[in-house]
């Protein structure tokens, strides 16, 4: 059983910055793959960032070139950096983990996090 714990979440103005994180522990590997989605209301969970254990990446086009993905592998924690966010970037946002070997096209991963909430408002 891997466990995830999300933090960083908060109330930005639009054109801020956001950072969360997530760490994950648990199972017998200690390299995952990692990533995050989101889901505003009324709207289907979305990925928004994925990440393999080997650093192949995927990001949603709405937030290309300004969020980026990246992962300390001895923490076990992958980071969004979140900048010029926007209103439409409001959401609750899901670390979503998956083991080791698991590549982009397996998404959505095996693994959840409880979700931290982003609200973009002025």
């Known amino acids: 059983q891997v466990q995830l714990v999300e933090s960083g979440g908060g109330l930005v103005q639009p054109g801020g910055s956001l950072r969360l994180s997530c760490a994950a522990s648990g199972s017998g590997f200690s390299i995952y793959a990692m990533g995050w989605y989101r889901q505003a209301p009324g709207k289907q969970r979305e990925l928004v960032a994925a990440?393999?254990?080997?650093?192949?990446?995927n990001y949603a086009d709405s937030v290309k070139g300004r969020f980026t993905i990246s992962r300390d592998n001895a923490k076990n924690t992958v980071y969004l950096q979140m900048n010029s966010l926007k209103f439409e970037d409001t959401a609750v946002y899901y670390c979503?983990?998956?083991?080791?070997?698991?590549?982009?096209?397996?998404?959505?991963?095996?693994?959840w996090g409880r979700g931290t909430q982003v609200t973009v408002s002025s």
């Open positions: 979503n983990a998956g083991d080791y070997y698991k590549s982009l096209s397996d998404l959505p991963w095996d693994y």
């Open positions: 990440m393999t254990s080997g650093g192949t990446t």
